[in-house]
């Protein structure tokens, strides 16, 4: 839907450079073990896939026509480095950095894994700061934050799904938080979206 917008609207206004550049750095440390560990070719296509997108979609907005001075959320200071802080404080909590020189290759795998949990509740503020200062907000646009909320709620589903109906399925009590999280970030967006239609 946003590669459509932008190649509709022929323009970035009131899309976040930087919500997008923070989505390619959740794919980009969540799915480090896309040449160590083979699941299915499904898997490795889709995230090979979601990281092509990411780039695909960051190369369109810089060379659309878009008001830099409005999205310019400090995202390094307000979201990136309290999402590393909070990955190491729950590392340090659970013992992982303990098993950093038996199994270093899969202690910075999970760390950066749930650095990209914590990352990605997160990486739509600058999205919906952007969209506030814009105060109109283009049809395609709306659809695709919205569409973004749902996909999140539609992931809590899921983890609750597998958690009653996989015998070995584990919990991540850390993602359910970031996931209500991310979901509460866009109840006002959702009551503006469902107000407009």
């Given at each position: 839907?946003l590669?459509?917008r932008?190649?509709?609207?022929?323009?970035?206004?009131?899309?976040?450079?930087?919500?997008?550049?923070?989505?390619?750095?959740v794919?980009?440390?969540?799915?480090?073990?896309?040449?160590?560990?083979?699941?299915?070719?499904?898997n490795?296509?889709?995230?090979?896939?979601?990281?092509?997108?990411?780039?695909?979609?960051?190369?369109?907005?810089r060379?659309s026509?878009?008001?830099?001075?409005?999205?310019n959320?400090p995202?390094?200071?307000?979201l990136?480095?309290?999402?590393?802080?909070l990955?190491?404080?729950?590392?340090?909590?659970?013992g992982s950095?303990?098993?950093?020189?038996?199994?270093?290759?899969?202690?910075?795998?999970?760390?950066l894994?749930?650095f990209?949990?914590?990352?990605?509740?997160?990486?739509?503020l600058?999205?919906?700061?952007?969209?506030?200062?814009?105060?109109?907000v283009?049809?395609?646009?709306?659809?695709?934050?919205?569409?973004?909320?749902?996909?999140?709620?539609?992931?809590?589903?899921?983890?609750?799904?597998?958690?009653?109906?996989?015998?070995?399925?584990?919990?991540?009590?850390?993602?359910?938080?970031?996931?209500?999280?991310?979901?509460?970030?866009?109840?006002?967006?959702?009551?503006?979206?469902?107000?407009?239609?």
């Amino acid at each position: 839907i946003l590669m459509r917008r932008l190649h509709v609207s022929r323009n970035a206004q009131g899309i976040s450079l930087v919500t997008q550049l923070l989505y390619l750095v959740v794919c980009l440390t969540r799915y480090t073990d896309l040449f160590t560990n083979f699941y299915s070719m499904y898997n490795s296509i889709m995230k090979i896939f979601f990281i092509a997108i990411e780039v695909c979609l960051i190369m369109k907005i810089r060379r659309s026509d878009r008001d830099p001075e409005l999205d310019n959320f400090p995202a390094i200071k307000f979201l990136v480095l309290p999402c590393l802080l909070l990955t190491f404080v729950h590392h340090s909590v659970d013992g992982s950095f303990d098993q950093l020189f038996g199994w270093p290759r899969l202690v910075i795998q999970k760390f950066l894994w749930q650095f990209s949990i914590y990352l990605e509740a997160l990486a739509i503020l600058p999205q919906l700061s952007l969209l506030k200062r814009y105060r109109v907000v283009e049809n395609l646009t709306g659809n695709y934050v919205f569409l973004l909320g749902i996909y999140r709620f539609l992931y809590i589903i899921n983890w609750i799904y597998r958690a009653h109906n996989e015998p070995f399925y584990r919990h991540h009590y850390a993602v359910y938080v970031s996931g209500v999280v991310q979901v509460l970030l866009y109840i006002e967006f959702f009551y503006y979206w469902v107000i407009s239609k």
